[in-house]
């Protein structure tokens, strides 16, 4: 059964910074890539950032240049680091594997991490 559990969130002013993290069922964590989506009110979940199995790492445009993504293969645990946070960041995040069209890799999702951005 794949386990995902995200953590990290919390509310921020504009300009502020959270790391995210993720812990990974073994299995998902050492095949596919991995990533952090998110969902706002109202919008659809979006794919935001990717890594790959040898860190290779690709980012929306809406957020590139101030998150970051990045792996610890030791602890099954996916990391996203924001930095310069906007109020159009403000979305529940969850992670996931990722397909190679960019689409979920599974049907299981955790519980998510709440991001809120607000001055």
Known sequence: QVQLVESGGGSVQPGES????????????SIYPMGWFRQAPGKQR???ARITRLDVANYADSVKGRFTISRDSAKNTVYLQMNDLKPEDTAVYYCNAVS????????????GTQVTVSS
């Open 46 to 48: 979006e794919l935001v």
């Open 100 to 111: 190679p069209i960019g689409s979920p890799g599974t049907d299981s999702w955790g519980q």
């Open 18 to 29: 959270l790391r995210l993290s993720c812990a990974a069922s073994t299995g998902i964590f």
